[in-house]
């Protein structure tokens, strides 16, 4: 029994406990790629270095931790919404001063796509995300990996990452990257062209530093299927909406 | 009585309610120095050309809102002890993952320099910092403006942004910069020397971007009286002490 709940605790962050499926990838039979933490002087000058880096510092300027172990998407969609610097609800713990939290993130709109407690249990999948967020006055497109391509993903992030007002969030399976474990959702802040890998902020703070991920590793894991979903993983564009902010 | 209350709550962060001391730091007489927040593309560019930012990405990754109005103190703790790579406590929320927290920070400890509910209420002052962070496996200094100088100030924190493995804190009166209010802590993670300006990672995410501040101006705002102590504001060394990390 403490066996199943730390099972289902450690599996929650964006899907169900799943075993990778063989047709989509194979982490168990590829040497995984290495990773490189920014906590290194190599990630250090890479950032440093990277060309598509303009949502670099919006991003860590909102850096926060998930606060339970199925609170990625939770996290993710907090620090886009605060980077993009869209109207935000109050936290009391705040008194006056309006910010988005993983305690005010979700609401009634957020619940009709999917409620809150459900999160907490399994956390949330791709078309989740893409839904919740788009209850905010921002635009979105959801990329399910299965529908997209490699060439697409890298395209699209690239040209992302060197625009103001907009942000990436990967949806992917940890284990594929050799990292512990599941499904997990972070944004993405920047790009190294030379070596072509991304750089994922991840918000499990307490388990991982942000990393450089090779971009071919990076879509085998988002390549895989969320059981939650029956569907692939990938990710989802958010921006702002011209309405709200013409200045920019 | 909610005057009171709000007053109380909002001067928590560092100090008991105070007037500025005119011998020391005339704000209303002074024009204000120009703040340049992290959030413009001026102060990304200070912050890309700068050569002493050795300490922005590891407090960058570990940036944390201070939790209520009276733990500027308690945010600016968590950040460098993280950043040092101090062995940490376990925090609940995170399970099995050890990790410094404004939940955690405060120990027995700490509680023999200053107990936590005083925090709570009246937040910390500059000695009360350095003497929690002491009780930690790490070196600590602590300079009150009254015996330092903007000269001495300057060289250290530039050597110390130099350099990995030493963070430099800051305790200084929000009002002498032209913020509300009162006095606050955070650490610093950049110096721009064309400017002569320091990059300010304000824990009060909710209140203020990272904002670029003169030396003058943020030596003069240091250059204050803590009516909680009676003695002046100013800044604190904090390192790895070389046992603990000697390959550092
Ligand atoms: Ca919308
Ligand atoms: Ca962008
Ligand atoms: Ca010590
Ligand atoms: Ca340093």
Redesign the interface.
Known sequence: MPIILACL?LSACGSLPQSPPGTLAKPSDTTTSRLIP??SSEG?QL??GSRAKQDF??L??????Q???AYCGAASMTMVLNALNIPAPI?P???R???FTQNNVFNAKTDRVVNSETIAKQGMTLDQLGGMLATYPVATQVYHAGDSSLEQFRKLAVENLKQPGNFILVNYLRTSLGQQTSGHISPIGAYDQAGDQFLILDVA???Y??VWVKTEALWRAMNTIDDASGKTRGFVSVSRTATLDPGH
């Open positions: 605790l920014l906590t250090e950032l440093y510092l919006p860590s300027m909102h850096f926060v931790s606060q339970n172990l936290d713990v705040y008194v001063f309006p910010m703070r307490f388990k530093p942000p």
